[in-house]
T-cell receptor
Framework: DGGITQSPKYLFRKEGQNVTLSCEQN?????MYWYRQDPGQGLRLIYY???????QKGDIAEGYSVSREKKESFPLTVTSAQKNPTAFYLC???????????FGQGTRLTVV | GENVEQHPSTLSVQEGDSAVIKCTYS??????FPWYKQELGKRPQLIID?????GEKKDQRIAVTLNKTAKHFSLHITETQPEDSAVYFC?????????????FGGGTRLMVKP
C-alpha cells in the first residue's frame, strides 16, 4: 500500500539533538499535514502545507519546523526546543476539497 | 478554530451488539465529516465520511448520521465483530480547499468481546 511513505519507522533521539522525519507522497496532493499522537490520545496538528513553499502552524507547532520545497515532500524537524518529543508522528496528504486524507505508516520517536 | 469532542473514550461491547460513537463540532462552517479506524500501531484509515448536504450514509455494517443544527454526528456499527476492535476517530473540516485542516476528536477505543 503505497501513496504516502514515512521514514524511518522507529527513531531514537538523544537529549539536545535535532532529528528530521521524512514524509513523501506520490499522490499529486497539494495539502500535507503532520500530526502528533501520544498514547491513548487523539491526533494533534503540528504543521500543515497547502502548496509548495507555504506552510502554517497547527495547534502544537512549538519546537518543530517544516519545509515544503517540493510538492511530494514535507519533512518535519523535531528540534531540541521540543521538551517532550517522544510520540508517534503521522504525516497525511489530501487532494481535492472534502476528500479523504491519506496517512503514512507513522514514525515512533523516542528520546533516550 | 474548530473544536471536535468525541464520546465515549472507551467502549466495550459484546460481539453481535451495536456500537455508537458520538462527536460534536463547534464551527458551523464545517461541511465534511470523516471517520477513521486505527488498529494498534497502524495508520488511521478512512472507513466512512459524510458531507453536510446529507443527513445519513450507510456502508454495510457502518453508518454515519449528521445533525447540522445541533452540530453533532455519530458512527453506528451494527453486528460488531472482534476485528472491529480498534480506535476510531471522527474529524471535521470546512473543505473549501484541500488545505483546510482536518480537526480530529480525541478517539474512542472500541473493544468487541467474543
Amino acid at each position: 500500500d503505497g501513496g504516502i511513505t514515512q521514514s524511518p519507522k522507529y527513531l531514537f533521539r538523544k537529549e539536545g539533538q535535532n532529528v528530521t522525519l521524512s514524509c513523501e507522497q506520490n499522490l499529486n496532493h497539494d495539502a500535507m499535514y503532520w500530526y502528533r499522537q501520544d498514547p491513548g490520545q487523539g491526533l494533534r496538528l503540528i504543521y500543515y502545507s497547502q502548496i509548495v513553499n507555504d506552510f502554517q502552524k497547527g495547534d502544537i507547532a512549538e519546537g518543530y519546523s517544516v519545509s515544503r520545497e517540493k510538492k511530494e515532500s514535507f519533512p518535519l524537524t523535531v528540534t531540541s526546543a521540543q521538551k517532550n518529543p517522544t510520540a508517534f508522528y503521522l504525516c497525511a496528504s489530501r487532494g481535492e476539497s472534502n476528500t479523504e486524507a491519506f496517512f503514512g505508516q507513522g514514525t515512533r520517536l523516542t528520546v533516550v | 478554530g474548530e473544536n471536535v469532542e468525541q464520546h465515549p473514550s472507551t467502549l466495550s461491547v459484546q460481539e453481535g451488539d451495536s456500537a455508537v460513537i458520538k462527536c460534536t463540532y463547534s464551527d458551523s462552517a464545517s461541511n465534511y465529516f470523516p471517520w477513521y479506524k486505527q488498529e494498534l500501531g497502524k495508520r488511521p484509515q478512512l472507513i466512512i465520511d459524510i458531507r453536510s448536504n446529507v443527513g445519513e450514509k450507510k456502508d454495510q455494517r457502518i453508518a454515519v448520521t449528521l445533525n447540522k443544527t445541533a452540530k453533532h454526528f455519530s458512527l453506528h456499527i451494527t453486528e460488531t465483530q472482534p476485528e472491529d476492535s480498534a480506535v476510531y476517530f471522527c474529524a471535521a473540516s470546512r473543505g473549501n480547499n484541500a488545505g483546510n485542516m482536518l480537526t480530529f476528536g480525541g478517539g474512542t477505543r472500541l473493544m468487541v468481546k467474543p
